[in-house]
């Protein structure tokens, strides 16, 4: 019998595949603005200027300066940025940090958002905002934050470090093992969060493999696309606590971090979601933890929360923050197990 839910739908409009970044004109026009201010983190600087050099009459202006963790102080900048040169709207080509920089500015004024996005992390698809303003993030919920178009161009992820590739997408699958077990999950998010998981499943050993191969860049571009939905839809648990105690508290990097403690927080919570996680159990070998482990080894991803610089002796005041406050999650959030389940991210340890 399915189960009794309700579910919100964030409404958004998709531009997916190869040759994709040509359309971004149409879609500016779609909107009926005809001032774009195109948004960059510096390192993609010259993407945005080329983007804003294909975009034309209908480009205001470019800035480079999207930093990660949305600080408010950059977001003040590029709001005056905004207003000088009379944008009507933003176009944000980027991963999270460039994403969420465009989030900020239309949680401001409203602008519409077109984002061009290039990494897994799924931020474009959600309303969430986590912006940083004298060492405090803080994450805010409106409609207004959600990007109204978002393009996928799998050649624009041609060039995204193999690294980056496979700790990005074991971040978007993060958000789908969180969604299956979500309080208020329903048909749906299940449905696109297994197959969000199953697409980056198949691609990540062939990206690993050939970072060139524009099916396999499709294939996780619409896996992590179907995993930010689901972050988007229901509420995450224990994994997505620790991953913002230790970015938040102990400034550990987004991605890295997700990769490092999903078997983890997956194995911890196998047992109280087993019936939830058993389309991703059979996907990784039977069992979810050790499986989405040897899956992460196997991609020569980062295993071990000591190798991103966290000491032992900050474990202990690692669990006592993530337990404070805890997210909703389908096992008790006990201070020994999490502090355990800690230690074991710290060695690099396989989850039992
Ligand atoms: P990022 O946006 O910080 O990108 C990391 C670096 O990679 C940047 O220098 C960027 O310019 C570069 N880069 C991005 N795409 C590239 C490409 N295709 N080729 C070469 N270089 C590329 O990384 P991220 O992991 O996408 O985003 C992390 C941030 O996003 C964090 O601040 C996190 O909190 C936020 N986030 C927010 C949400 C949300 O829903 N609000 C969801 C996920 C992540």
């Known amino acids: 019998m399915t189960a009794p839910f309700a579910y919100d739908v964030n409404p958004a409009r998709i531009v997916f595949g190869p040759g994709t970044l040509a359309r971004v004109a149409d879609e500016v026009r779609r909107l009926g603005a005809r001032r774009a201010l195109v948004l960059s983190t510096p390192f993609q600087q010259a993407d945005a200027e080329a983007l804003a050099r294909q975009l034309g009459t209908l480009a205001a202006g470019v800035f480079a300066k999207a930093a990660m963790h949305t600080p408010v102080a950059v977001t003040k900048e590029a709001m005056l940025a905004f207003q000088g040169v009379d ?3 933003v176009v944000a080509l980027g991963g999270g940090s460039t994403i969420g920089l465009g ?3 239309a949680y401001r004024n409203d602008t519409p958002q077109i984002v061009v996005a290039t990494t897994y992390a799924g931020s474009e698809v959600t309303p969430i905002l986590g912006q940083t303003e004298d060492g405090i993030k803080t994450t805010v919920r409106d409609p207004k934050i959600l990007p109204e178009v978002v393009i996928y161009d799998p050649n624009l992820t041609l060039g995204l470090p193999v690294a980056m590739s496979v700790t990005s997408g074991l971040n978007a699958m993060a958000h789908a093992v969180e969604a299956l077990y979500a309080q208020d999950r329903n048909p749906i998010s299940s449905m696109l969060a297994v197959e969000g998981v199953r697409a980056l499943r ?3 050993p062939m990206i690993v493999g050939n970072p060139k191969d524009v ?3 499709g294939d996780a571009l619409y896996g992590s696309w179907l995993c930010g939905t689901v972050l988007g839809t229901v509420g995450m648990a224990l994994h997505h606590k620790l991953c913002h105690t230790l970015g938040g508290s102990f400034d550990l ?9 999903l078997p983890h927080s997956a194995a ?7 019936n939830e996680l058993q389309p991703l159990a059979d996907l990784f070998g039977g069992a979810i933890g050790s499986g989405l482990y040897d899956f992460a080894k196997s991609l020569g991803a980062p295993l071990a929360l000591k190798d991103l610089g966290l000491q032992e002796a900050q474990l202990d005041a690692a669990a006592d ?11 008790p959030v006990e201070r020994d197990a999490v502090r355990s ?3 074991r991210a710290w060695e690099g340890a396989r989850p039992q």
């Not at 911890?268 to 087993?274: E, G, H, I, K, V």
């Open 253 to 261: 990097p987004h991605a890295e971090t997700h990769a490092i403690l």
């Open 215 to 217: 099916t396999a860049r």
């Open 87 to 89: 944008a009507d709207c």
């Open 103 to 105: 989030k900020a500015i």
């Open 321 to 331: 923050l993530a337990v404070k406050n805890p997210y909703w999650n389908p096992r």
């Open 268 to 274: 911890y919570n196998a047992q109280a979601a087993a």
């Open 341 to 343: 389940l800690l230690q």
């Open 202 to 204: 198949a691609a990540l």
